[in-house]
């Protein structure tokens, strides 16, 4: 799921040429894919190093256009286009030669081909330099192994390690795929506020995207844009960019989880079933499955996967990477959905003791896990006890607008009404196509329901899942706590079927 470094090829073969390129003020290293002018390092991608080594280690020869391809590309399918663009930006750094000819020549249908005189001689690296060249990789791996403790604090410090990175080696790819899920994983901390961080939103979608222009074939970055693209609201390119992660590395279990989280429906359950064929007992893979489950009302098959996930995460320990949340929340409400309101009732109440954890989401899946409490003990008539719990839920999350339509049914004996214009006393508004969100048409619901107007909550929700895009939007709907789903099972047939329909 986020970024794995990788050595290519081409450096493992340079690192045994053990070769420097004179000419001019400028030399090439082979062995640390680097160019300096006057012994200052000019900031270049590896593919544009490696295609200058190739056309300085033959001065005057003619390399054609797939002997430079295949040389510095190797099996990765590119149009004569990406080799352009790096005779191009070559070209504009390496100059004319003394005769104020370019010193990269084009010969037509013939290639390209090195004019000016050429020096080698064998590098000997110091240990600064090999400090040097170390302290970059050092970083980035300090700054993916914080990343994967999930952990709010650890993220934070991610995101500095990744910025120290990119300052000393602006061209790095891996670099920006780290600062970029350092960046996503921030936001997503924030998602559920009133004013997320939609400025780390942005700094994680530059990163990904430039990523992804400095290496096209590197799997890690598509992956990583995958997920930014799915936050943006951009759905369609992020499948796209999930799936070309697959594509060029299709044993990687992070980008089958990837691809898991931003997709829906068949395609979800198949990534996360191969991601768990890849990652046995990952955790978050068997919670991915269970959601689907849930939207096409499978409650059994749901449970499944939670169990078989917890067992997993207990198995693994609590230092684990990337660490699970949610998991007990979810079963706990499929475990209220059938009646059984103490065994629900334990199973948040391990939820809740993960919110100590720090994990990024632990504020959120409390929130969650407050409200269900509170629901739960609505459904005993113990007003008190859901105040408290509703308050709990909004205390952490301020727009949590069930909580708060809890807490509204608990002191206005009025909490439901028939006039969906007067829907704004829960803080509803429909959207431009004068539908509401799928998310305020659940409230809106639960207004009904407590007034008795089962009929009524249950056509506003197949509405607003009849106007919502392709997505996991309503999943939640057969165990959602307020709308008391399977106790009107015929009346909330038609909005069940919708939502197997979207999630097939």
Same mark, same amino acid.
């Given at each position: 799921?986020?970024a ?12 045994? !040429? /053990? ?11 082979a062995?640390?894919? /680097?160019?300096?002018r006057?012994g200052?390092l000019?900031?270049l ?13 033959s001065?005057?020869s003619?390399?054609?256009k ?19 663009q ?5 070209r ?51 700054? /993916? ?10 993220i ?5 390690a ?8 602006p061209?790095q $790819? ?6 970029? =899920?350092?960046c996503i ?10 004013? $997320? ?6 700094i ?8 992804c ?19 943006? %609201?951009?759905?369609?390119?992020a499948?796209?960019?999930?799936r070309?992660a697959i ?5 990687n279990w992070?980008?089958h989880?990837r @691809? ?6 068949e395609? /979800? ?6 991601t ?7 955790s @978050? ?6 959601t ?12 499944r996967e ?5 067992a ?5 320990g !609590? ?16 475990l ?9 009732l ?6 809740? &003791?993960?919110?100590? !954890? ?9 929130? =969650? ?11 005993? =008539?113990? @007003?008190?006890?859901?105040r ?9 999350v ?17 909490a ?17 196509s004068?539908?509401l969100s799928?998310? *305020?048409? *659940?409230?809106?619901a ?5 007034n %008795?107007? &089962? ?13 919502a895009?392709?997505? =996991?939007?309503g999943?939640l ?13 015929e009346?909330?047939?038609? +909005?069940?079927?919708?939502l197997?329909?979207? +999630?097939?």
């Amino acid at each position: 799921m986020w970024a794995t470094f990788r050595w290519s090829t081409l450096q493992s073969d340079a690192l045994a !040429s /053990r070769t420097v390129y004179a000419f001019g003020s400028f030399e090439v290293d082979a062995a640390a894919r /680097r160019l300096t002018r006057g012994g200052e390092l000019v900031p270049l991608p590896d593919r544009h190093v490696g295609v200058l080594i190739e056309l300085v280690a033959s001065p005057g020869s003619i390399l054609s256009k797939d002997a430079l391809i295949h040389a510095v590309w190797r099996d990765v399918a590119v149009t004569d286009n990406s080799l352009e663009q790096a005779i191009s930006a070559l070209r504009r750094i390496v100059g004319d030669t003394a005769a104020g000819t370019p010193s990269i020549q084009t010969v037509a249908r013939q290639g390209y081909r090195f004019v000016g005189e050429v020096t080698r001689r064998a590098s000997r690296a110091t240990d600064e330099a090999l400090d040097e060249l170390l302290a970059p990789h050092r970083a980035w791996v300090e700054g /993916r192994a914080a990343i994967e403790t999930l952990e709010r604090d650890q993220i934070v410090r991610a995101r500095a390690a990744f910025e120290r990175v990119l300052a000393s080696a602006p061209d790095q $790819p891996s670099a920006r795929v780290g600062l970029a =899920n350092a960046c996503i994983l921030q936001f997503e901390m924030t998602r559920t506020d009133a004013r $997320p961080d939609a400025a780390a939103l942005a700094i994680a979608t530059n990163h990904a995207r430039e990523a992804c222009r400095l290496s096209p074939d590197y799997a890690e970055a598509w992956a990583t844009l995958g997920f930014v693209l799915e936050r943006t %609201g951009h759905r369609i390119d992020a499948l796209a960019a999930s799936r070309r992660a697959i594509t060029l590395e299709p044993d990687n279990w992070r980008h089958h989880l990837r @691809l898991a989280s931003v997709s829906w429906g068949e395609e /979800r359950l198949r990534e996360a079933h191969r991601t768990l064929a890849l990652m046995p007992g990952f955790s @978050l893979a068997h919670w991915l499955a269970a959601t689907v489950h849930v939207a096409r009302s499978a409650l059994a098959e749901a449970e499944r996967e939670l169990v078989a996930g917890l067992a997993g995460q207990t198995s693994i320990g !609590s230092v684990a990477k990337f660490s699970s949340v949610a998991l007990h929340w979810l079963h706990g409400l499929l475990l209220l959905a059938r009646g059984e309101d103490d065994a629900a009732l334990a199973a948040f109440e391990r939820e809740l &003791a993960l919110e100590a !954890s720090g994990h990024l989401y632990a504020r959120e899946c409390c929130a =969650n896990t407050w409200y269900a409490i509170g629901a739960l003990r609505c459904g005993r =008539n113990d @007003l008190e006890g859901a105040r408290h719990a509703f308050q709990e839920a909004v205390q952490r999350v301020s727009q949590h607008r069930l909580a708060a339509l809890g807490l509204s049914a608990i002191t206005q004996a009025h909490a439901g009404t028939k006039n969906a214009s007067r829907l704004g006393v829960y803080g509803l508004r429909p959207g431009a196509s004068g539908q509401l969100s799928i998310d *305020f048409a *659940f409230v809106a619901a639960a207004a009904f329901v407590k007034n %008795g107007e &089962a009929t009524e909550a249950a056509r506003i929700v197949d509405d607003a899942l009849a106007a919502a895009a392709p997505g =996991n939007a309503g999943w939640l709907l057969p165990i959602e706590p307020m709308l008391q789903v399977a106790a009107n099972a015929e009346i909330w047939a038609p +909005a069940l079927a919708r939502l197997r329909t979207r +999630a097939s």
